[in-house]
């Protein structure tokens, strides 16, 4: 069965102090890997997609990597903006399925 | 200009009672989605329309009943509302549902079964 596992489940960053986010997938027939982003109350906000091994990509503080089995998003210096879960999640055979997140907060 | 609306925002409700959530997207997508959140943030897939046929129907109980009446809209209809179905509904559109990759969605709605 799929599985996409993030961790942590939770981080706490100072200010400008740069931390990774991991999401370990099982999948069969892989379309995309996807980040999100979900604000409290609101719908989650698509960050990246990735769709094969050695792939990167960057929007700002954020840069998002993948491996076969693995994928990182990297927050750089963060600003307490960059508050907020970040959801991975993978595409297979038209179904989207999501991790439980990673909830970051940063403290000024 | 919302690209994905749903109302309403909140349901309060009992046990045994019937509600409905409305979604609209306007921009241009083919295929629509809900998606149940539930307490532990988890974002699972129940139904997916596209160009108004049901191509997803998760294993999700009969209670739930979607209905698309053109591409740009998208209901859900639950009968009998129990305890376990309170959580956060969203409603997403993509472009592409082939892999059903970059989803946009709407703000949620917040459903509590009393």
């Known amino acids: 069965e799929d599985q996409v596992t993030q961790s942590p489940e939770a981080l706490r960053l100072q200010e400008g102090e740069s931390s990774s986010l991991n999401c370990s997938y099982t999948?069969?027939?892989?379309?995309?890997l996807f980040w999100y982003r979900q604000d409290p109350g609101k719908g989650p906000e698509f960050l990246f997609t990735?769709?094969?091994a050695g792939e990167e990509k960057e929007k700002e503080r954020l840069k998002a990597t993948l491996t076969k089995k693995e994928s990182f998003l990297h927050i750089t210096a963060p600003k307490p903006e960059d508050s907020a879960t970040y959801l991975c999640?993978?595409?297979?055979?038209?179904?989207?399925?999501f991790g439980a997140g990673t909830q970051v907060v940063v403290t000024p | 200009d919302t690209a994905v609306s749903q109302t309403p925002k909140y349901l309060v409700t009992q046990m045994g009672n019937d509600k409905s959530i409305k979604c609209e997207q306007n921009?241009?997508?083919?295929?629509m989605y809900w998606y149940k959140q539930d307490s532990k943030k988890f974002l699972k897939i129940m139904f997916s329309?596209?160009?108004?046929?049901?191509?997803i129907n998760e294993t999700v109980p009969n209670r739930f009943s979607p209905k698309s009446p053109d591409k740009a809209h998208l209901n859900l209809h639950i009968n009998s509302l129990e305890l376990g179905d309170s959580a956060v509904y969203f409603c997403?559109?993509?472009?592409?549902?082939?892999?059903?990759?970059?989803?946009?969605f709407g703000e949620g709605s917040r459903l509590t079964v009393l």
């Open positions: 997403a559109s993509s472009q592409d549902p082939s892999w059903g990759g970059e989803l946009f």
């Open positions: 999948v069969s027939g892989l379309r995309g």
């Open positions: 990735l769709y094969s």
């Open positions: 999640a993978v595409s297979s055979w038209g179904k989207l399925q």
């Open positions: 921009l241009g997508h083919d295929t």
């Open positions: 329309y596209n160009n108004k046929e049901l191509i």
